[in-house]
């Protein structure tokens, strides 16, 4: 099936400091991705759509400023939390929608998990 | 746009005892449905999913599904559970054109 891999799994940073979280397609290619953030306990809020070669499309409440996507290639998107603050640990969780006849499905990373200090 | 409501936050059931975890969705359109498994820490795996055609659908691990779109539902089931079906439960709808929105999740936990 297909494969979508995160990395890293799990980073610790500091406030205020800068952290890149990958989301690779590994054996198909994805003109969209997703990004989603999950709280303890609690559902998978939609951050942004992710498509190849444009802006990223956010969702209402989140800051595109700080919450930074590209998705330079159809296997490769990146989130970036720019000068994250405690309140930005969190499970974020990407997804990637294959090429061709849109069935909906997505497929997903096994998620990064970030703590900032 | 597109809604989902998964009515139980958490079911505790015994081994071997059967399970329903339901799953009401609105949408003015036609519409995708899954079952997606989480377990602690990870990411999500595909159950099963609705997309057209039979309306139940089943999984390699006994788990099945019914679509219904009069009572707009999509309840998992499975006859007799295992401790190791214990985890989050998350029932997601997308149409066509739409991203994937979920429901807020139902912890099955299964006790020996």
């Known amino acids: 099936g297909a494969v979508v891999s995160q990395h890293p799994s799990w980073v610790i940073c500091k406030s205020g400091t800068s952290v890149k979280i990958e989301c690779r397609s590994l054996d198909f290619q994805a003109t969209t991705m997703f990004w989603y953030r999950q709280f303890p306990k609690q559902s998978l809020m939609l951050m942004a759509t992710?498509?190849?070669?444009?802006?990223?499309?956010?969702e209402q409440g989140v800051e595109k400023d700080k919450f930074l996507i590209n998705h330079a290639s159809l296997t490769l998107s990146t989130l970036t939390v720019t000068s994250a603050h405690p309140e930005d640990s969190s499970f974020y969780i990407c997804?990637?929608?294959?090429?061709?006849?849109?069935?909906?499905?997505?497929?997903f990373g096994e998620g990064s998990r970030l703590t900032v200090l | 746009a597109q809604s989902v409501t998964q009515l139980d936050s958490q079911v505790p059931v015994f081994e071997e005892a059967p399970v329903e975890l339901r799953c009401n969705y609105s949408s003015s359109v036609s519409v995708y449905l899954f079952w997606y498994v989480q377990y602690p820490n990870q990411g999500l795996q595909l159950l099963l999913k609705?997309?057209?055609?039979?309306?139940l659908v089943e999984s390699i691990n006994g788990f099945e599904a019914e679509f219904n779109k009069s009572q707009t539902s999509f309840h998992l089931r499975k006859p007799s559970v295992h401790i190791s079906d214990t985890a989050e439960y998350f029932c997601a709808v997308s149409s066509y054109t739409d991203k994937l929105i979920f429901g807020t999740g139902t912890r099955l936990q299964v006790f020996p």
């Open positions: 997804s990637a929608r294959p090429t061709g006849p849109n069935t909906g499905e997505l497929f």
């Open positions: 609705y997309l057209s055609g039979s309306t």
């Open positions: 992710s498509n190849e070669g444009s802006k990223a499309t956010y």
